[in-house]
């Protein structure tokens, strides 16, 4: 579904349906009103982002290690194969909602009202800042304890006030630690305003990292090989392009031709470097042409040749990445991978990779222009905040990695 539609129906319907919903689970909750028990069945509900799915983890992990609780989780179907790279919620404990027409997201959103209910769900963590939507599914469920984000005294959206704990989002925050936050909220002994009145030690952020058999990596290797038959594992060091960003905020795109002056760079400075262009399937024509434009044999187009749970054998094949601030960015976090990541819209102060991450970012005075009071939607239609970036900041940053990287091999 249109991305832009999807803000309307959130702003239009979203605010009267959060003011009814309100009341509907004030009333729920004094008739139903029963004694406080310690968190069993959890759902956290992160929708719209891919990498979220990947920085919640810490703090999915912490709150079952405190508890015990069974975890579940509510995700839009596209984005659901990321949940999948640490496999913290089992796949039978994921709900997905299709969200590729209104009808489809209806239908669904009424399935899984019904679903949290059969499954017990007491405790349900909404992740989300941006959705009146969420919301509503958090109030609806028929969890005695709902945690999330609100806005208190702030300009932030109106989301109703269906939560049993409230905590204030705070923007001067890493976004994995605001989750910890929200963890911590659930496993509060007693009431808060605002609710996390807490320390989040570094190490309460840390990922794990996915486990990644032998065979495949073995498969893996033979993928490069079907799409460059010349790939020798021990002569080649593979580097990762990832030119995409999601129609989201399509804002966060270096400019195409940047990254092919880049890639010719690289080929022409390295002659065993082997670039894989990568990218979901219906991302190969872009890839194709990016490639085209290198022009060099040892620049291939590898966008839609691996699932997206098969990243981590690929990542640990590469010897680094180069991507937009995009899901590749979060997903390279639960292996070593050395990635690098352009940021220009949103800040790596609070949206950067938990992984062996460098940002690369110009701080413009306009940087960054999305966040939790803007629906994450910008005026702006000219990224000067990535333009600003050149070809040789980029090389300045990726030349003294592949220089490390060659005097280890």
């Known amino acids: 579904m249109n991305i832009n539609l999807m803000r309307k129906v959130d702003y239009f319907a979203g605010i009267p349906l959060c003011f009814l919903a309100t009341w509907f689970t004030r009333l729920a909750d004094f008739w139903g009103r029963a004694r406080p028990r310690p968190p069993e069945k959890v759902l956290f509900i992160e929708l719209s982002e891919m990498g979220s799915a990947i920085l919640a983890d810490p703090a999915m992990r912490k709150l079952q290690a405190a508890t ?12 659901a194969a990321s949940l999948r790279l640490l496999g913290t919620v089992p796949p039978a404990q ?17 399935r899984f009202l019904f679903w949290a209910r059969r499954e017990g769900i007491d ?7 941006f959705s009146r939507y969420s919301a509503l599914l958090t109030g609806l469920c028929g969890a005695a304890r709902r945690i999330g984000f609100h806005a208190f005294h702030n300009e932030g959206l109106y989301r109703g006030a269906m939560l049993t704990r409230r905590v204030a989002y705070n923007p001067h925050l890493h976004i994995a630690r605001n989750f910890v936050a929200l963890v911590n909220a659930t496993l509060a002994a007693k009431p808060e305003l605002p609710f996390s009145k ?29 799409a460059y038959p010349a790939y020798d594992a021990a002569r080649h060091r593979v580097v990762l392009i990832n030119p995409n960003a999601s129609d989201l905020l399509p804002q966060r795109r270096w ?22 262009i990568t990218g979901a399937p219906g991302e190969r024509a872009a890839a194709a042409a990016l490639q085209s434009e290198v022009g060099e044999a ?6 839609g040749c691996h699932g997206l749970d098969e990243l981590p054998a690929l990542y640990r094949i590469a010897e680094l990445m180069l991507t937009n601030d995009s899901g590749p960015g979060h997903f390279s976090a639960v292996t070593d991978l050395r990635t690098f990541v352009l940021f220009g819209p949103e800040t790596p102060a609070l949206y ?15 940087s960054p222009c999305v966040s939790a009071t803007n629906h994450r939607k910008t005026p702006c239609r000219d990224n000067v905040c990535l333009q600003a970036i050149s070809v040789e900041t980029v090389l300045a940053q990726l030349r003294p990695a592949l220089a490390a990287g060659g005097a280890r091999r």
């Open 68 to 79: 015990g609780a069974t975890l579940y989780f509510l995700i839009f179907e596209s984005n």
């Open 94 to 110: 994921v709900f997905t909602i299709r969200a590729d027409n209104f009808l489809k997201l209806a239908f669904d959103s009424l």
């Open 123 to 129: 405790t349900v963590i909404d992740l989300e800042l």
């Open 198 to 226: 807490t320390h989040i030690d570094d190490s309460e952020i840390q990922l794990a990292r996915a486990p990644v058999a032998p065979e495949a990596i073995a498969a893996m290797q033979g993928r490069i090989r079907t």
């Open 255 to 276: 400019m195409p031709e940047r990254f092919v002056a880049v890639m010719r760079s690289l080929l022409a400075e390295h002659p065993e470097v082997l670039i894989l």
């Open 298 to 303: 040892r620049c291939v187009n590898f966008a």
């Open 352 to 366: 950067g990779s938990l992984g062996n991450s460098t940002p690369i970012y110009a701080g413009l005075a306009c």
